[in-house]
């Protein structure tokens, strides 16, 4: 069965530092998504991508944060200058189309220190 | 406004007992779907079911069943004859046509099933 990896499973970082998040989605899905869990706490959408460029994005996702599908098959998510508050599991989803499964990651958990 | 509402934070059941998960939801969509996750403590999401506004037929895998109402707005989970490797957080999500098609997570039920 298809899956979304990513990498890695635990990051660890000092505050200030820049991160990037990989994600490889199953490979003929169009829709891309990162989302948020901090510890204890619900997941939540940070932005969708499609056709190479954002196409939703919330609040959360500041000018501190950053998307790109650099070669046609991962998909990163870069946090530019890591603050505490990012530390929190982070998962990457794909979809085929907007009404397909989504399928989420398996997480990126991120310790920023 | 919370688009999805999992009143119930924690539950703790004795092994064998049945256990509903409550989930409310609100949209203006007419085309929407409705989604459940388990999340153990491992931390991954695993799919449980996906329904769409259209299909309000109640599903029944195993254990588990599922009672989509959209007279309520309500699509509760029910595991039957629980057992302790149902302990986990349950996420209830709606995704909407209208916006981005982006998943609206409930704040999750933490089930405890007890031995």
């Known amino acids: 069965e298809p899956e979304v990896t990513q990498t890695p499973s635990h990051q660890v970082t000092q505050m200030g530092q820049e991160v990037i998040l990989r994600c490889v989605p199953i490979?003929?899905?169009?829709?891309f998504y990162w989302y948020r869990q901090i510890l204890g706490q619900k997941v939540e959408f940070l932005v969708s991508f499609y056709n190479n460029e954002i196409s939703e994005k919330s609040e959360i996702f500041d000018d501190q944060f950053s998307v790109e599908r650099p070669d046609g098959s991962n998909f990163t998510l870069k946090i530019r200058s890591t603050k505490l508050e990012d530390s929190a599991m982070y998962f990457c989803a794909s979809r085929r189309g907007t009404e397909g499964m989504c399928y989420f990651g398996p997480g990126t958990r991120l310790t920023v220190t | 406004a919370q688009k999805v509402t999992q009143a119930q934070t924690e539950i703790s059941v004795v092994e064998k007992e049945d256990v509903t998960l409550d989930c409310v939801y609100e949209t203006r969509d007419t085309t929407y779907y409705l989604f459940w996750y388990k999340q153990p403590p491992s931390g991954e999401l695993v799919f449980l079911i996906r329904?769409?506004?259209?299909?309000?037929q109640n599903e029944i895998s195993g254990r588990y069943s599922w009672n989509f109402q959209k007279s309520t707005s309500s699509f509760n989970f029910t595991i039957t004859a629980s057992q302790v490797v149902d302990s986990a957080v349950y996420f209830c999500?709606?995704?909407?046509?209208?916006?981005?098609?982006?998943?609206?997570f409930g704040t999750g039920t933490s089930l405890t099933v007890i031995p």
């Open positions: 490979s003929n899905h169009l829709y």
């Open positions: 999500a709606l995704s909407e046509a209208t916006t981005g098609n982006q998943f609206y």
């Open positions: 329904r769409n506004s259209f299909d309000e």
